[in-house]
């Protein structure tokens, strides 16, 4: 969405948090508290393209719109993105910069958006001269606070409609003394519990809310509102054998609300018998991972914000768990046992006689945007793959291991032909800068390497599979290896088979402006648009110099990035009169390139390295 500085709406309020709410990627001593705190003399700088200023604002609220005000706005146009947290990633809302003649506020609209965080995202600015500084004096954002889903009613629709419930049973505080209530299957299916267990607006999570002076279980002190894994079809408790089979547990969550005096909640957990195995468990701003009766096992982070979603996943097998916090490896723990079972909700660990007040106003709250549970023996080891974790079969023989040396497997492969500049295998260079050269991409040591020259010579390779749909996962990074100069660009694509993009689509799902950058750019082009309307998303921090998995899927319902096996974006639809769905190229190919945008001479030598490639029907 491409806005302008537009006037305010008059039934908006500022929702602008303090200053102890305000982060930043990076900053040089201005720092990022300084803009919101009614003072034009002082401001936030940071440097870098995709440095980033995020406000959390402790709710989910509707925001319309935010005003910005540069540092020497009469003589800089800043470039910069607005982005608001969606649950799983960042979306954006404004792509533009700003208008170059105030130092004073300039208010930038947009559809309406339900959200806890928004965020400026940095890309340097033009004008008085050209730099990769991002400085701003003042932020403000406007909406409605009581939009968000703090609303004890809850919205239209049941949990079951958000989770598969099928093999769960929910146990909530309320009922007899040391009876808590319990609701199986089918009921379950069926029913909500308001505050405990219901869908909040916008309607894409399951908040399990637990107060200090709830009902608790015979063997605990504490209250609970928890989902516990069932046999199928819910009738019965289940038990399984940590040594046998493999057994896995993927939560989408976040934690919401902490109780007062003693602020801890577990979000999910595996039991074991009549005792807990291992749970994940958020005290304060510390989020640990448990074992046994140690609480402090391993600490995943000491800086978890209220509302930040992740994804937990648990991989139980041969007298192992596995504990994966958004796609990457945390702890392993040893654990021999054929009585366990999964459990996720707000389980709040505080009640009347340790946290004050003793009410329903003190609670813990979790909410749930997406569970999964398998029991099988078909679950890969590595879950920072997206083809392990989403379980997409086998490579097919087109996939490069890159197990031999020497030039690329022609078979797989096209690289660069002709003689252009009096080389054999160069043609002329990306928008006719420098060349691409099939010398600029070799194989050896177990990896592809492709290289940018200081005179501008840089690699390219096309995959010799054309299809229309897919899947692709590439173990990839870049780096600069020269001191100076223009900077090649890093990208992972799918290109139309016809090659008309402008007609056809192109999907850059992965491309990053300095080999050395800190985050990941994708753009995805929409098919029958003459004035190449695209979508951009931006992943921040990601270091670019380190091995990540990017894997991008293409079906008849969508477009889907993921990194180190977890989803980045998500886009489908989008027809209009001047452009198709998203995800209609008629047919296309996988290019591997590191562009020259710069001309014959005087780049940055750097190199793009490939461990693999595979691609999935």
């Known amino acids: 969405m491409l806005l302008g500085p537009s006037t305010a709406h008059a039934a908006d309020v500022q929702i602008t948090p303090a200053a102890g709410a305000v982060t930043a990627s990076t900053h040089d001593g201005n720092e990022p508290g300084n803009v919101v705190d009614d003072d034009y003399d002082t401001r936030w700088s940071g440097e870098g393209d995709g440095a980033w200023l995020q406000l959390d604002l402790g709710a989910t609220m ?38 170059g003649t105030t130092t004073g506020l300039e208010s930038f609209d947009f559809d309406p958006v339900q959200t806890s965080k928004v965020r400026y995202l940095g890309h340097g600015y033009t004008g008085e001269g050209e730099g990769d500084w991002n400085s701003l004096t003042e932020v403000e954002v406007w909406g409605s606070p009581g939009d968000g889903d703090d609303d004890d009613g809850g919205g239209t629709k049941l949990p079951s409609d958000v989770l598969d419930l099928s093999n769960w049973k929910v146990t909530l505080p309320i009922g007899d003394d ?225 197990d031999y040396t020497g030039p690329v497997d022609s078979a797989k492969w096209a690289t660069p032909s002709g003689d252009f500049g009096g080389t054999e295998g160069c043609w002329e260079g990306h928008a006719g800068n420098g060349r691409r050269c099939a010398k600029n991409s070799t194989v050896a040591n177990g990896m592809l390497t492709m290289r940018g020259e200081a005179n501008g010579d840089t690699g390219w390779l096309r995959q010799k599979r054309d299809a229309q749909y897919g899947r692709w996962e590439i173990r990839s990074r870049s780096e600069n290896i020269g001191s100076s100069g223009g900077l090649y660009h890093a990208l992972h694509l799918i290109w139309p088979t016809a090659g008309n993009r402008l007609e056809n689509g192109e999907y850059d799902w992965v491309e990053y402006s300095n080999p050395d950058a800190q985050c990941l750019t994708a753009f995805l082009h929409y098919p029958e648009s003459p004035s190449d309307k695209k979508e951009r998303r931006d992943l921040c921090p990601v270091n670019m110099n380190e091995w990540h998995n990017f894997a991008f899927e293409w079906t008849p319902e969508a477009l889907v990035g993921y990194i180190d096996g977890a989803e980045w974006f998500r886009l489908s639809g989008g027809a209009d009169s001047d452009r198709g769905n998203i995800q209609s190229m008629p047919s296309g190919h996988l290019n ?26």
């Open 62 to 99: 509707t925001v319309t719109h935010i005003k910005l005000a540069v540092h020497k706005g009469t003589t800089r146009q800043n470039v910069f993105q607005l982005q608001y947290w969606d649950g799983s990633s960042w979306a954006t809302v404004h792509d533009g910069r700003t208008s």
């Open 178 to 402: 040391e009876d808590p209530t319990e609701i199986f299957q089918p009921e379950l299916d069926t029913y909500s519990h308001d505050p405990f267990f219901l869908v909040p607006d916008p309607g894409d999570a399951v908040r399990f809310r637990a107060p200090v002076n709830g009902v608790t279980t015979g063997g605990s002190s504490n209250p609970r509102s928890e989902l516990r894994e069932m046999e199928s079809g819910g009738g019965d408790e289940i038990e399984w054998s940590s040594t046998s089979g493999t057994h896995t547990m993927t939560v989408r969550e976040s934690f919401t609300h902490l109780p007062e005096e003693k602020p801890e909640v577990v979000g999910a957990q595996i039991h074991g018998g009549d005792d807990d195995v291992t749970a994940l468990r958020l005290e304060g701003s510390k989020l640990w991972i448990t074992k046994g009766d140690t609480t402090n096992h391993h600490l995943i982070t000491d800086d978890y914000t209220l509302g930040t979603v992740f994804e937990i996943k648990y991989v139980v097998s041969d007298g192992e768990i596995k504990i994966y916090f958004n796609g990457e490896l945390e702890t392993t723990i040893d654990h021999s046992d054929s009585t366990n079972y999964f459990k996720t909700g707000a389980y709040t660990q505080a009640h009347c006689g340790n946290s004050s007040p003793c009410s329903d106003d003190n609670y813990g709250e979790v909410k749930i945007y997406g569970l999964d549970v398998t029991h099988g023996d078909d679950q890969g080891s590595d879950q920072t793959q997206a083809a392990v974790r989403h379980n997409w079969g086998a490579p097919l023989p087109i996939s490069d291991e890159f």
């Open 592 to 617: 591997i390139q590191l562009d020259n945008f710069t001309g014959d001479g005087g780049l940055r030598p750097a190199v793009f390295e490939v461990d693999w490639v595979r691609v999935y029907e």
